[in-house]
């Protein structure tokens, strides 16, 4: 089957990842979730695991088993390979702050925040910071409000562990897959105009798409 699968730039192990093409095979049983590798049929399901921004397409084969109901899309085989890598550090950025804006209507959001979730200007972030934890605090907010609130500090922290480090740091990348996950399940729990679960999954899908297209021409 064909999927993706993000990393921190390495295995999760610690093991570097096999040049592309080249199949990694896992030696022993096949448990989804405890052993063997990976890999969702969209890369909104593949975020949920994500341990760093490189979002890998991938071909899993071997020994296929599917993930619990729970998780639909979600397989573990007993070799994958990459077909192609992308580091989507500003696609997640782009997309939390998309699922962010799907909801700060139903917050009091400070104009600066609403700026910055638009425009994802860097200049903004540190006031959007201030503006946004004095005027939330969480107190007196109701549970939308604190829904709202939850998603656009998802996609500034995002935007804030990335703005702080170099490039050499990038295998702290796993916070930016953490934040946006927040920033999605945020935006898609209290609702917006697009942010049911498969409108999330086509427009991350989308963005993706045009990263790539961007980075191969």
Known sequence: MLGYHFTNGVLRGGGAIPPIGEWLVHEGEI???ESGLP?????????????GASLHRVELDGDLMPASDKRPGNWTGRRRRVLWTLDATGVLQAFGRWCASEVVDQWDAPA????????GDPALLDETWRAAWSASRYAGLLADEIGAWSAVRGAMWSAARSASRSAAEAASAYLDGYA????????ARFGGRHS????QGERLAAMVEDAM?????
Do not use: I, Q
């Not at 890999?39 to 994500?50: F, H, K, Q, R, S």
């Not at 946006?180 to 935006?187: K, T």
């Not at 297209?213 to 021409?217: D, N, T, V, W």
């Open 180 to 187: 946006v996950s927040s920033a999605v399940r945020a935006a």
């Open 31 to 33: 448990k989804p979730g």
């Open 213 to 217: 297209a961007s980075k191969e021409l």
């Open 112 to 119: 600066v925040a609403r700026d910055w979730l638009a425009s």
């Open 39 to 51: 890999a969702c049929e969209t890369v909104l399901g593949a975020l949920a695991d994500a341990n």
């Open 196 to 199: 049911s679960r498969a409108a």
